[in-house]
């Protein structure tokens, strides 16, 4: 009976895992993505050491500690923060949603994690990362020269530019009335 068990467990993972698209980051591309998603620059290097350590890169790593205590993905979120087959947990999240290639579900239930509990929530990067020398990435492009921001439309800017010198014709109107 327990060897049909575990039997049905690997081909049901085996399913999941090749219906999701999986993708392994280089260094650099895993720089890109993490500021594109909204990490700070201030813990880029820990978050990139952290990700190097718990799923190299690869975001559809899963482990599998007991039954009731499994990781996913590229930051090996645990089951608590997802549910299986649905949303839930602490993320509101598939734990599915943590295996696929779009990693902004995956970053914004990290920072979640982070934000509760730090990251001594990772194991390896208590480990591996903390007090460590961390990966250099400032040799990587968009350290260097991140994306430019999108500037306003034009009539925003155009609004912006008239409000500033009504302001300016006020303010002149003033002194010289004095």
């Known amino acids: ?37 909204g990490f ?30 499994k990781f996913y993905g590229l930051f090996q979120i645990g089951s608590e923060y997802c549910k299986e087959r649905r949303k839930g947990g602490k993320c509101d999240i598939s734990c599915e949603a943590l295996l696929d290639e779009d990693i902004r579900d995956d970053g914004i239930c ?19 990362c903390k007090g460590k020398t961390l990966p250099d990435i400032e040799k990587c492009p968009d350290w260097q020269y991140p ?5 306003p439309p034009r009539d925003k800017r155009m609004l912006r530019g008239r409000r500033s010198a009504l302001r300016s014709k006020r ?8």
């Open 1 to 37: 009976m327990a060897h049909v068990r575990v039997t049905a467990i690997i081909l049901i993972g085996a399913l999941i895992f090749s219906m999701v698209q999986s993708k392994v980051f280089t260094r650099c591309q895993l720089t890109r993505e993490l500021l594109r998603n």
């Open 40 to 69: 700070s620059r201030t813990f880029l290097s820990n978050w990139v050491c952290l990700i190097e350590q718990e799923s190299d890169r690869n975001t559809s790593a899963y482990h599998e500690k007991t039954p009731r205590k």
């Open 110 to 128: 990290a920072q979640k994690v982070f934000e509760l509990e730090g990251f001594k929530y990772w194991s390896r990067w208590e480990a591996r």
């Open 147 to 151: 994306s430019s921001r999108v500037s």
């Open 171 to 178: 303010f002149s109107s003033r002194i010289s009335r004095k």
